[in-house]
């Protein structure tokens, strides 16, 4: 089956630093990704969509300079959350939506845990 | 917010019993999904269902979908200690993007 993977998995970082997430799919081309954040106990939030080639589309409320997605070929997307503090930490995921797919699945990574001190 | 919500929000059971879980939404949809996540992990896909389709089964799933009521439930029959996760429920609009449900915790004892 399709996979995506995201790297690193787990993260710490000083306050005021940037994160860079990687999201791949492996075995796939992906002309969309998603990327999702988690709080504790909570649902996955929409942060935007990333389209490959073109720039992403950010959710209500969600902010594209501090969140920098870049979706520079077919089976990689990044996040890089610049400027980390405290409130960033978070459960982060992507997923992926396959080219020629058809089928309305998105599959998803193993998420990335970003802890900001 | 667009949110689903998902009732129960947690279900505690015994192995061998069944679990409904059940989810509604606010807006047409293309189609809704089932998502079960591990603590702390990604998220596996279960079963999809389309706005046409009424109820579907998959192994020990059972889903079903009323769109008049916008609403969703899915069975797990005979449940076993390694269904215990998080279950979501998540809509698509057709717009590729998906609006996930508030989520149910699931926990079967042995």
């Known amino acids: 089956g399709a996979v995506v993977s995201q790297h690193p998995s787990r993260v710490i970082c000083k306050s005021g630093t940037s994160v860079k997430i990687e999201c791949r799919s492996l075995?796939?081309?992906?002309?969309?990704m998603f990327w999702y954040r988690q709080f504790p106990k909570q649902s996955l939030m929409l942060m935007a969509t990333?389209?490959?080639?073109?720039?992403?589309?950010?959710e209500q409320g969600v902010e594209k300079d501090k969140f920098l997605i870049n979706h520079a070929s077919l089976t990689l997307s990044t996040l890089t959350v610049t400027s980390a503090h405290p409130e960033d930490s978070s459960f982060y995921i992507c997923?992926?939506?396959?080219?020629?797919?058809?089928?309305?699945?998105?599959?998803f990574g193993p998420g990335t845990r970003l802890t900001v001190l | 917010s667009q949110q689903g919500e998902e009732d129960p929000q947690a279900l505690s059971i015994q192995e061998g019993e069944n679990a409904t879980m059940n989810c509604s939404y606010k807006t047409s949809i293309n189609n809704l999904q089932w998502y079960r996540q591990n603590s702390g992990r990604g998220l596996v896909h279960l079963i999809l269902?389309?706005?046409?389709?009424r109820e579907k089964h998959s192994g020990r799933l059972r889903v079903t979908l009323d769109t008049s009521k916008k609403s969703s439930s899915l069975l797990i029959t005979a449940s076993r200690a390694a269904d215990t996760a998080s279950y979501f429920c998540a809509t698509d609009t057709g717009f590729q993007k998906l609006v996930f449900g508030t989520g149910t915790r699931l926990l079967v004892s042995p």
């Open positions: 990333s389209n490959e080639g073109s720039k992403a589309t950010y």
């Open positions: 997923s992926a939506r396959e080219l020629a797919g058809l089928t309305d699945t998105q599959y």
């Open positions: 075995d796939f081309q992906a002309t969309t």
């Open positions: 269902i389309r706005s046409n389709e």
